[in-house]
């Protein structure tokens, strides 16, 4: 008779045992994230785990937007949206995020905006379904200490620092090649100190000066203002630049090749650049104003250069 109660508490127990490790390996399911958070000294940013079962994209959504704003009980980090501003509103349109925050996103200083940012993109481009971020202000676009828009960013955009602190700022000499009066030729325009985000690849700095436009007489912008940047990568010297729908929308008198050749020069100046491809909205498989294929890479053309008064070099 005790013989049979101890094998009913062992089965008992076995079965308790069970239903402990069924419970555990429930609480384990699901997918894993990396919740992106800034450190209190605001130097770097770090990463908690964070396992959902969510499968929905909008509840995935809501689920890590929860999670950034979310103040951490031991005060080891800060939570990037658990700030002085509010996030008013989102929309997913395409791949791309659109986060719209009040006028207190401004009131950040410099580096903890650029931490923040990289934290939340970082966060949410992990969800499936969002490629990209945008960040606007009570709806306008938001942009840097210079007046220029961020624009859309990808989790590649930022780009970690070695060493424990990080320089948010940095300056660099930037030769860029816009078009000349007829817009047939390219001139060149150098720009010496200036400053941007080194959470921001010099790539994108130099097709974000060239959205911008020049700055020195005799030069004239050859992109569209509106044309917004997807991404900028760089893989084995080839730098790749998507372009949204805007880009094949031309408002200015300039030929197809000042165009295509004003972003190749400048992005071949770079010492890790050796040539470009461009697409729009991800596609290449089509002529850029029905003279360039955009299938084809291209590299350094000094042909189309000449000076502000007219003569070729």
Request: charged share 20%.
């Amino acid at each position: 008779m005790k013989k049979r109660r101890t094998i009913w508490v062992c089965i008992l127990l076995a079965a308790m045992l069970c239903a402990a490790c069924g419970e555990q390996a429930q609480t384990e399911q699901g997918n894993k994230y990396d919740i992106y958070y800034v450190n209190n000294e605001e130097t770097k940013t770090l990463t908690v785990e964070y396992v959902s079962g969510t499968q929905d994209t909008e509840k995935l959504l809501e689920e890590l937007l929860g999670q950034l704003g979310q103040i951490p009980a031991r005060f080891e980090y800060e939570a990037p949206l658990a700030g002085g501003f509010k996030l008013l509103g989102h929309t997913l349109d395409n791949g791309t995020l659109t986060l719209d925050f009040d006028g207190a996103y401004r009131d950040m200083d410099a580096v903890k905006e650029v931490l923040t940012r990289a934290a939340i993109v970082r966060t949410l481009t992990q969800i499936p379904g969002v490629a990209y971020v945008a960040f606007t202000v009570q709806g306008e676009v938001l942009t840097d200490s210079n007046g220029t828009a961020i624009g859309t960013m990808s989790s590649d955009l930022f780009i970690d620092n070695a060493g424990n602190e990080i320089n948010a700022y940095e300056k660099v000499n930037l030769k860029l090649y816009f078009a000349d009066e007829t817009g047939t030729g390219l001139v060149e325009e150098n720009r010496r100190n200036v400053v941007y985000s080194s959470n921001i690849s010099l790539e994108k700095l130099v097709v974000e000066k060239l959205v911008a436009g020049p700055e020195n007489v005799g030069a004239y912008p050859t992109i569209n203002p509106q044309t917004k940047i997807i991404s900028v990568t760089v893989r084995d010297g080839t730098c790749y630049v998507n372009f949204d729908e805007a880009f094949l929308n031309q408002p200015y008198n300039v030929s197809a090749e000042v165009t295509v050749y004003s972003i190749a020069n400048s992005l071949v100046e770079l010492s890790n650049v050796n040539r470009v491809q461009i697409s729009v909205g991800g596609e290449t498989n089509f002529f850029y104003r029905e003279k360039l294929n955009l299938s084809d890479v291209y590299e350094r053309n000094l042909d189309l250069l000449v000076t502000q008064q007219g003569a070729a070099f």
